[in-house]
């Protein structure tokens, strides 16, 4: 039976430089792109930039590396609007989206959906119609998107950067409704690759393990909740791990592992936390690295 790989990677801000951390290891023990190796691409905000360079650009995951690089990180996160520990009060979103618009157009230019390579979808949330959203290559209505359209939707955190317009529709970050996407991305992949075996590689950015104080928290209100990362609550990914691991068996790996010493904000780009980060990224190719081309060369 003809294989098909599929290829899902998480949102989490700054942290997805460990998804590709790991990513390049396995780029170098494959000896092939990972654009080339895999045949279908999901992610979610900042997975799913890299997921749109892999399939529009034919990046290589050191293109992925340059794309996150502190001066672009620094672009993006640029212009924030709170100037005091009351940010969570502030009446604005905590950037504006004119360093992350920048960027995006640096690297995809005035590329469309349709110009992908291979097909590749993002997940976002319409917000006035109340419902997930995948912005899909090889979906009609979708194909004449603007990659950076796309890309800006797909990682509009709420509270972090502003509501994205794309056509008639505004749109937010995907976490919000799938950080982990491997799911939806199975699900496509089982229509567009009908009586195939598929192989999915799902690649996270950490998950926050911190406990919260039970107790206290029946006292907390918006910004008791927002100071005790009810964002990272919302965007919680292990329980689609484990529906997919059920759904998928052998064929499925999941990389991912608890932050650690890692930050859990989106947005800490300090050099010691970007260290930790590429440093988890290494501890998942000592863990998962067999596992990994394993599946993708069986």
């Known amino acids: 039976m003809e294989k098909k790989y599929i290829l899902s990677m998480d949102g989490g801000g700054v942290r997805t430089l460990a998804s590709i951390t790991f990513l390049k290891r396995l780029e170098i023990a494959l000896k092939t792109r990972i654009a080339d190796k895999f045949d279908y691409?999901?992610?979610t905000s900042a997975g799913a930039v890299s997921c749109l360079a892999l399939a529009v650009?034919?990046?290589?995951?050191?293109?992925?590396?340059?794309?996150?690089?502190?001066?672009?990180?620094?672009?993006?996160?640029?212009?924030?609007?709170?100037?005091?520990?009351?940010?969570?009060?502030?009446?604005?979103?905590?950037y504006d989206n004119v360093g992350k618009l920048f960027v995006l157009k640096?690297?995809?230019?005035?590329?469309?959906?349709?110009?992908?390579?291979?097909?590749?979808?993002?997940?976002?949330?319409?917000?006035?119609?109340?419902?997930?959203?995948?912005?899909?290559?090889y979906f009609e209505e979708d194909s004449?998107?603007?990659?950076?359209?796309?890309?800006?939707?797909?990682?509009?955190?709420?509270?972090y950067f502003p509501t994205a317009k794309v056509e008639d529709r505004y749109l937010i970050d995907g976490a919000i409704v799938a950080n982990n996407p491997v799911l939806h991305g199975y699900a496509e992949a089982v229509k567009l690759f009908p009586n195939t075996e598929l192989k999915v590689l799902s690649v996270g950015t950490g998950l926050s393990k911190r406990p919260?104080?039970?107790?206290?928290?029946?006292?907390?209100?918006?910004?008791?909740?927002?100071?005790?990362?009810?964002?990272?609550?919302m965007v919680e990914s292990s329980l689609d791990h484990e529906l997919a691991g059920d759904l998928i068996g052998k064929n499925y790996l999941r990389v991912?592992?608890?932050?650690?010493?890692?930050?859990?904000?989106?947005?800490?780009?300090?050099?010691?936390?970007?260290?930790?980060?590429?440093?988890?990224g290494e501890s998942w190719w000592e863990e998962f690295g067999t596992k990994a081309v394993n599946l993708l060369t069986s």
Do not use: C
């Open 41 to 43: 691409f999901i992610g």
């Open 57 to 94: 650009n034919e990046a290589k995951v050191i293109d992925l590396e340059d794309i996150w690089a502190p001066r672009n990180i620094n672009k993006t996160m640029s212009n924030s609007s709170w100037e005091s520990k009351f940010g969570l009060l502030q009446g604005r979103p905590k």
């Open 106 to 137: 640096k690297y995809f230019g005035k590329s469309i959906m349709m110009d992908a390579k291979k097909p590749v979808a993002v997940t976002s949330y319409d917000i006035e119609k109340r419902k997930p959203v995948l912005i899909r290559s």
């Open 144 to 159: 004449q998107i603007k990659i950076i359209d796309a890309a800006n939707a797909t990682s509009a955190a709420p509270i």
């Open 212 to 233: 919260l104080k039970g107790e206290a928290s029946q006292n907390w209100g918006v910004v008791g909740w927002m100071m005790h990362d009810l964002f990272g609550l």
């Open 256 to 280: 991912n592992s608890p932050l650690g010493t890692v930050n859990r904000r989106l947005d800490d780009k300090r050099e010691a936390n970007i260290k930790k980060i590429v440093a988890m």
